[in-house]
């Protein structure tokens, strides 16, 4: 397994009205972030808020490249960001213990916070198809490149790390600096990832390893 410290980029925030990140994704030009009763888009070259939808949103977001998923108690909403609404909702996987989500693959994956596990389920049911155990509290899911990546957040550690979707084994850990939470995940499709940073209320941009 590797393991190297973490490099933080670059820090957005804290927003106004944003006490906490409670999940973050990217759609391919802004951030999102929940931020509990709504989610916002910021830029991030900027690091300007550019608008925001009112929906709950106390858990894992994820866009699919044209819709975007929030997870609200224990519930996964589907919302259109054109309009800020809500087009279905399924049931989240950990009935409310849930965390992190990320779109790969025509399906969603969810972390279950306390429960140490990320499911894959389906969008359009909430069927649960997969599930692979972790040893550490699960805080954020993305995909990028075919790999998958979760973030993990116990007492004052967290890490990024990268993990073999099919058993579960970690491959390779990015240290955050103590202190440091990580409270939603998400790749920029290149080379940084996004990681909530919880009541801080900030996103950290973390450099991506090159390689597999």
């Not at 910021?42 to 808020?49: R, V």
Request: aromatic content about 8%; some cysteine; proline content about 5%.
């Amino acid at each position: 397994m590797k393991k190297s410290a973490a490099t933080i980029l670059r820090e957005y925030g804290p927003f106004p009205d944003a006490a906490r990140v409670n999940g973050v994704t990217f759609d391919g030009r802004h951030v999102w972030f929940a931020s509990g009763d709504r989610l916002n888009a910021f830029d991030p070259d900027s690091g300007a808020l550019v608008r925001s939808i009112e929906v709950a949103s106390h858990a894992g977001t994820a866009f699919d490249g044209e819709f975007l998923y929030q997870i609200a108690e224990s519930v996964i909403h589907k919302v259109d960001p054109k309009t800020g609404q809500i087009l279905t909702t399924i049931p989240a996987p950990g009935n409310g213990g849930d965390s992190g989500l990320a779109w790969a693959e025509g399906t969603l994956w969810v972390g279950q916070h306390r429960g140490r596990k990320i499911h894959q389920i389906d969008p359009e049911t909430g069927e649960i198809l997969r599930t692979i155990e972790s040893n550490r509290v699960v805080t954020g899911v993305t995909w990028v490149d075919g790999q998958l990546w979760h973030g993990t957040w116990e007492g004052d550690e967290s890490d990024v790390r990268r993990i073999d979707p099919e058993t579960g084994e970690v491959l390779e850990r990015l240290e955050m600096p103590e202190g440091t939470a990580v409270s939603g995940l998400e790749s920029d499709g290149a080379d940084c990832f996004f990681c909530g940073g919880g009541s801080s209320g900030k996103i950290r941009a973390v450099r991506r390893p090159k390689g597999k």
